[in-house]
């Protein structure tokens, strides 16, 4: 396919917002504003978090996360090596886990604030405090990890919550740790205001709520775009007050009403949360709602659907016909027992996306209808997605010698299962902390694994000619269609509707491979069905009878771990109609881009060791993005 000269100004591209047009018609005139796209990471934890702290993150905390994101250079809180990010982020969310904030680092720093006790409760609490140090005095504190961690369910399938082998583990150990936490709380957002730079580099606060019921992965990450006046007015609320969604969503409706703060709440690795995360009914088993469904998308606009514990779009169980629906599946819970034996459609977002439809077909709302973004959820307050300066999930995970599991852990996953993502990017009116939750909001958002490519996505019923190559693409897409995150209603016209998309390489990045279009629907009796559409690629590659296109091939050197981009192109200019559209029946689409294949991270840590292949996990990785989907309803 043709590359197609796209100028850099397209990128900080001239978009009309206000005013989209019915089918056909051309918008008033309207001045355009500018908007750009902006990358950045909103799962990201400091030495605030218990399990950063215990997995040897003594001294990252949130100060060194900002600066590391701002491209300085910052001390590894491990290996003590001097590190960078290759290319700064845009803005970043410290997320550190609600749940004992602060906590581990205060009893270490014997500055944490105990509450009275009575002898016993106190003699314990003592101990517990020895058992930790003792742990960390040995490098054993990812062993000590996993008195937090649950087994698995008693009774697979039912309520995780209430099921007999479920614990929370933190209060029984410490008991009441919230003065400590509250303090935390406040020197998280002092960093947070010191650190934001309206224009230049955005901080937003958040947290996680972690709530992780026999093993069962419910996390979310909760951001406001609010500053330190409002969120000085709460503590974060961890799942040790609950571990239901519902009651988080509900404490979000409440604190919003009594300080004025604005929340979302974001879902991450439903990969791992045994097909609850998404399931065609509640957490409790009871169905869903038209309020649920609501309330669902009132506060989670956005889903994570990439980052450094795996890829969450889809499974090759559930997307057979899907030759790259395997990508960096991960094979472990987070609990005592038990790898991951067993997938369900709640577990990945494109089966979600199905399921959502067909709930709306019965209960006329949409519960999944979310956008996506990526993030990377490491521990080492270092947001690293990139393979070749990638410094591991967790503090330890930072050099070759030490990515193997280390005695006495209770997970089996380690530092090679693990990739380098990802990354959350957002075309946004400007760089700034309003401007960056609007466009959360409305889903104007993109997921990708690591490399900065920039994707944009319109939707219509009719772009002009040669749309897809103007100049003013984005003004053209804005004014004739919708963006990624939006709705196409239907226009009382049989026609298709058509489909634009911008696609860039990373500057200092891999070539492109191809533009794909995913597309989900449901018929009239609620019967789920998915394919996968080829919409440009590079090369002079023809799909074979079967419809398949032959692999972009693969440059890496397997012994230095280099490639070149001697394959592939740069830019996509796409245009695309939907050929087995039916108008009365609700869909779903989203693009989905490829990179060349390029070297995984293991690769240059196995090499580095001298071995033949990394000990788990692949020498390449085909980086993507993913857009955020449109959705057509009749």
């Known amino acids: 396919m043709k590359a197609y000269a796209i ?16 089918a056909g018609s051309r918008a008033e005139s309207v001045e355009p504003v500018q908007t750009q796209v902006y990358f950045g990471d909103t799962h990201l934890h400091s030495n605030y978090s218990f399990d950063a702290f215990l997995n040897n993150n003594f001294s990252a905390d949130p100060d060194t996360a900002y600066r590391w994101a701002k491209g300085q250079p910052v001390i590894h809180p491990y290996n003590r090596a001097r590190v960078q990010i290759n290319t ?45 140090n003792d742990a960390l005095d040995k490098d054993l504190g990812r062993a000590f990890f996993g008195r937090f961690l649950p ?34 709380w406040q020197q998280i957002i002092a960093a947070a205001e010191q650190h934001n730079d309206p224009g230049n580099f955005t901080s937003l606060l958040g947290w996680e709520w972690s709530s992780l019921p026999t093993g069962v992965n419910l996390h979310r990450i909760v951001v406001t775009p609010d500053g330190a006046d409002k969120a000085s007015q709460y503590i974060p609320y961890g799942s040790d007050q609950s571990q239901y969604p519902e009651d988080l969503w ?37 169905s869903i709602t038209a309020d649920y469904a609501r309330t ?18 889809t499974h090759p169980e559930f997307s057979p016909n899907d030759e790259f629906a395997d990508f960096e599946t991960y094979e472990y819970y987070i609990q005592t027992s038990e790898n991951k034996t067993a997938v369900s459609p709640g577990d990945y977002v494109r089966p979600a996306l199905k399921s959502g439809l067909a709930i709306a077909q019965t209960v006329g709302v949409n519960p999944y209808k979310f956008g996506f973004i990526g993030s990377t959820d490491a521990h080492s307050g270092l947001a690293s997605p990139e393979e070749s300066n ?74 002009p000619a040669n749309a897809e190559r103007a100049e003013d693409f984005a003004s053209i897409g804005y004014q004739y269609g919708i963006p990624m995150g939006g709705d ?16 860039v390489k990373d500057p200092l990045g891999a070539n492109l491979d191809r533009v794909q279009m ?49 394959i592939g192109q740069a830019e996509f200019a796409s245009r695309w109609s939907d050929p087995d559209f039916d108008p009365a029946q609700r869909a779903f689409y989203y693009v989905r881009v490829l990179q060349i294949p390029t070297p995984r991270n293991g690769l240059f840590d196995s090499l580095a060791l001298q071995l033949d292949k990394p000990p788990r996990g692949a020498k390449t990785i085909q980086e993507r993005a993913y857009t955020s989907p449109v959705w057509y309803t009749p």
């Open 7 to 22: 100028k850099a100004r397209l990128i900080k591209a001239s978009v009309i917002i206000a005013i989209l047009l019915s």
């Open 88 to 132: 700064p982020l845009d803005f970043l969310v410290v997320s550190d886990h609600a749940e004992m904030l602060g906590v581990m680092r205060a009893i270490r720093e014997e500055t944490i604030q105990w509450e009275d006790l009575g002898w016993w409760a106190s003699l314990k609490r003592w101990w517990a405090v020895r058992l930790l």
């Open 151 to 184: 087994p698995s369910a008693a009774v697979p399938g039912g309520d995780p919550v209430l099921d007999s082998n479920n614990n929370i583990g933190s209060v029984a150990l410490f008991g009441d740790t919230s003065n400590t936490s509250r303090d935390a």
């Open 250 to 286: 509900q404490w979000l409706d409440d604190t919003a009403q009594r300080t004025g703060s604005r929340f979302i709440s974001i879902p991450h690795n439903s990969n791992i949360s045994k097909g609850y995360m998404f399931a065609e009914t509640t957490v409790k088993g009871q």
């Open 296 to 313: 669902r998308m009132r506060w989670e606009p956005l889903t994570e659907v990439t980052q450094i514990k795996g890829d969450s779009e």
């Open 390 to 463: 990638f410094w591991g999930k967790m503090a330890k995970d930072s050099t070759p010698e030490t990515k193997a599991t280390v005695q006495g852990s209770p997970i089996a996953a380690n530092g090679w299962d693990m990739s380098a993502s990802g990354l959350a990017a957002v075309w946004a009116t400007g760089n700034n902390r309003e401007a960056i939750y609007a466009a959360f909001k409305r889903k104007e958002t993109y997921a990708t694994s690591g490399p900065r490519m920039r994707v944009q996505l319109f939707a219509g019923w009719e772009f």
């Open 488 to 503: 196409l209603t239907a226009n009382g016209a049989e026609q298709a509707p058509q489909f634009i998309v911008r696609a």
């Open 518 to 566: 995913v597309k989900g629907w449901v018929n009239a009796a609620g019967e789920q069905f998915e394919t996968v559409y080829d919409i440009d690629w590079a090369g002079e590659r023809q799909p074979d009878a079967n419809g398949k296109l032959p692999p972009v091939g693969n440059t890496v050197d397997v012994q230095t771990a280099r490639y070149t981009n001697s």
